[in-house]
């Protein structure tokens, strides 16, 4: 097959533009913003579920309050009852001994009930600080993540517009190719390799191994508007002098 040096040209463009469309592809599934977003998820989802836990340990601790106050408050009001009795003057002395060491109970019943609030109390304290350091953790979390966010999104924005400029380009550049020669070029794609490579020195472009000099010399022989394949890869090999990406 033959092809005009200019027409060789347009291809290596090509075969350049699809590695850049490649990448750029790439790239879009690879975002290193997407990381970074998914670790600022991350975090804001463990901090949220720390914050749960500390909620529910703090609505546990509330119906602890609730039922020591309610004892100490049941205590109490025996404890006036009593005084009351004794107060009154119309209990016979058995009963004022018993009410007597009634009170005593109550009194040390109380005090147990006092202790056990007040550690509880504490411990209630603790928590709501726990809490309110998750809390403006996470109100930092969701900054970062809203940064993440919206740092991932320009960025697959941008990406989107280089790939349909890219797009663009290609498909007017392989209209201006000869038809053959890119169906040449599309079949070497189809099979998972580089359609095309640069000749450079002895390496081919295309997978980067080096022709032994038979194949060289045979390469070197012939003309210009041959189109040539890697004897390695198979790939279509341009020799375009002065050709830059």
Known sequence: MKAEVSQQRSLLELAELDAEIARIEHRTKHLTEQQALQEAQAGH???NDRLAALQLALADIDAQVAKFESEIDSVRQREDRDRSLLD???VDAKQLTELQHELDTL???QTSLEDSLLEVMERREELAADQDRVLAEIDQLQSTLSDAQRACDDARTQLAQQLHQSLS???D???????GLVTLYERQRARGGVGAGLLQGRRCGACRIEIDKGELARIAAAADDEV???PECSAILLRVKGFHA
Do not use: K
């Open 169 to 171: 380009h290609r498909d």
């Open 45 to 47: 989802h463990e901090a």
């Open 173 to 179: 550049l392989a209209a201006s190719i000869d038809e």
């Open 228 to 230: 040539l394949r890697c």
């Open 107 to 109: 009194q040390r019943r």
């Open 88 to 90: 009154g003057g119309t």
